[in-house]
């Protein structure tokens, strides 16, 4: 057994165990055990004290011996687990991580079977059978697909954030297709057992702040009808201050996840980023009051853009945490192996045309494949960038939000074939320095524009794929 192996299988049982994978500092236990080191050598390694080192050390072998039913610690780690390994073998068992290099695969039916209370929460939207299961309300998230992770990848930070920082309030941003509907619905496995209730609701439909916080109340609160609190003889409160009221009681009552999905949805289209469509406003009150206010729930936010409340929170407050998805990386060669691509030693020149975006990885897949029998390197022998049927109505929606500032700058941008100055953007644009540095800001918040850092100062280009689309819409 080497080294990947024992991660994967010490892995496999913590998450049967406490539905949680191995940390940073857990992993580096069982690598450094098997290795043969001591504690005090793990700990400089990992940067911190040889206590917290014993300490994680300890409770991971408590966690090992009761799934395994036998004591566990750092002399006979090694040994157990080869053992337990034949063992499993000969008994055929399954694991639910399937590990490819550094990166982690989740598959939708590999949960293990020792531990019920931990296997993916069904469609089944108000599930309550167990009372270690939280009750779930997922008829609005997607399916769980193949999903791949990978070290320090955006699912590790969100769980973390949730798990050791308690975030209250954290926006997942980033283009169609970038990921953030996925790691909202693969990150629920691995935390749920810390919440009382979880509920995913998209507003792709820009439902009005009153009908979601309806929805959300009479579910978080286990109440049906919901908690008169503020109304009048259990009729729901009419006014919004009041329904905001129930629920941030509901939220220190129980601790509750709500991921909320497209809230691009309810922000404004022509303008610069964040800004809310007129009447939803109000959305801006529910995310403020729960990043600011003390309390044990979490709001997910996914969107295209962060709105403008989430970015009036200072940086230092771990409470709110803001993630923009920037491609999947290394993670992104799964994807092309899984579509059956060839030309294995171009795929690092495809993934950074299409900046690891995993959906328009799938789309252009299968362009390669019915075009060129999966040629990667013919299909990129062709200038310039083809974006398909499928790609072009994507750029588009993106495109068209945009103020007509930001489509200037873009537009400006796509004319360069090397990254440019702010001094000769400038140059270029008409209006003033201070709206173009606000276009420039809000076109990185839609993560539209990419920022190099040049050796005294800072660039500015924009990714291949919108290059192309920018180029199309002038002709
Ligand atoms: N880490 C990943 N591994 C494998 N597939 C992924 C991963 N992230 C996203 N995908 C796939 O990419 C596509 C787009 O992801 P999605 O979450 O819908 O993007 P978004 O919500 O940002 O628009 C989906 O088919 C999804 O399954
Ligand atoms: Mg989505």
Sequence with gaps: MDVQELLRLADGLAFAKTGKRLDDLQQAVVRGTWQGKRYSEISKEVHCTERHIRNVASKLWQILSKILEEDVNKSNFRSTMERYEISKISNSGNFNLVHKGNIN?????????????????????????????????????????????????????????????????????????????????????????????????????????????????????NQNPPLPRGGEGGVFPANTDDQLSILIETLRENRCLIILDDVQQILSSGQLAGHYKPGYENYGTLFKLIGEIPHNSCLILNSWEPPSDILTFTDDNSAVCLLQLTGLGEAATEILREKGLLDEEYWPELIELYQGNPLWLKLVAQTINNLFNGRVSQYLSYQPVFLGDELTPILQQHYQRLSEIEKQVISQLSNESEPVSFTQLMAKCQGSQGELFKAIQSLDRRGMIEKLSCETETVLTIPPVLKQYVKMVGE
């Design 105 to 221: 695969v989740c598959t939708e039916n590999s949960h293990p079977p020792k531990a019920p209370q931990h296997s993916p929460p069904t469609q089944n939207p108000n599930e309550d059978n167990t009372e270690q299961k939280p009750r779930l309300d997922l008829r609005d998230a997607p399916d769980v697909r193949t999903f791949y992770n990978y070290a320090n990848s955006p699912l590790t930070t969100l769980e973390n954030s949730i798990a050791h920082q308690n975030s209250r309030l954290l926006t997942i941003t980033g283009m169609t297709g970038t990921g953030k509907s996925a790691i909202a619905r693969n990150l629920i496995p691995q935390i749920q057992t810390q919440f009382d209730r979880i509920i995913w609701r998209s507003l792709r439909t820009s439902p009005p702040l009153e009908t979601t916080l309806k929805t959300l109340i009479q579910f978080l609160s």
